[in-house]
């Protein structure tokens, strides 16, 4: 069975100290990674789709990286409207999510 | 603006009540996804539909019914079978079912059962 699993559950940081999300997965033939925001009581927004081990994404303070086993999300010099909820998905059958990391970003 | 509505924001249902959430877009997608969303778990596909008048089962189905009659709408039903209701329930769209399409979320409806 596909398994996305996303580590630490919860992380939180001062503002301006940098840090890294997880997204392990096990699925066989990986065709790509999505990672998703989730601000509390809304729906997930799309952040980056990344395909092939060796790419990268950024977006602001945003870097996703992918390997063949995982994926990372950079938060670079966070502030503390990125305080979210993360979530990262792999297509298989379907989208198979995580469960997500909570980063919260005090000032 | 294009988009995902859904509603209402916020639902309360009594006990053996069926209950619709609404979901419309205006991406003109042809394929649309209803999850469930539970704390600490991951997002959990209840339905989804690539063409009108066509869906499938995802993978926890019982207790939901949906339709999908025009291309902007996929109305979700949970029915009095489903034993554990209370959920945040999130609506998506996507291009094509295609799995590696990029899926785009709506605003999502809490539902609590009194």
């Known amino acids: 069975e596909d398994q996305v699993t996303q580590s630490p559950e919860a992380l939180r940081l001062q503002e301006g100290e940098s840090s890294s999300l997880n997204c392990s997965y096990t699925v066989s033939g990986l065709r790509g990674l999505f990672w998703y925001r989730q601000d509390p009581g809304k729906g997930p927004e799309f952040l980056f789709t990344l395909y092939s081990a060796g790419e990268e994404k950024e977006k602001e303070r945003l870097k996703a990286t992918l390997t063949k086993k995982e994926s990372f999300l950079h938060i670079t010099a966070p502030k503390p409207e990125d305080s979210a909820t993360y979530l990262c998905a792999v297509p298989s059958y379907k989208l198979s999510f995580g469960a997500g990391t909570t980063v919260t970003v005090r000032a | 603006d294009g988009g995902i509505t859904q509603s209402p924001k916020y639902l309360f249902r009594k006990e053996g009540q069926n209950v619709t959430l609404s979901c419309e877009q205006n991406?003109?997608?042809?394929?649309m996804y209803w999850y469930r969303q539970d704390p600490g778990q991951g997002l959990r596909l209840i339905y989804y539909?690539?063409?009108?008048?066509?869906?499938q089962k995802g993978d926890i189905a019982e207790g939901y019914s949906v339709s999908r009659e025009k291309k902007e709408s996929f109305p979700l039903t949970v029915t009095s079978a489903q034993k554990n209701p209370t959920a945040f329930y999130l609506c998506?769209?996507?291009?094509?079912?295609?799995?590696?399409?990029?899926?785009?979320f709506g605003p999502g409806t809490r539902l609590t059962v009194l």
């Open positions: 998506a769209s996507s291009m094509s079912g295609y799995r590696t399409d990029t899926q785009y």
């Open positions: 539909s690539q063409i009108v008048n066509d869906f």
């Open positions: 991406l003109n997608h042809d394929a």
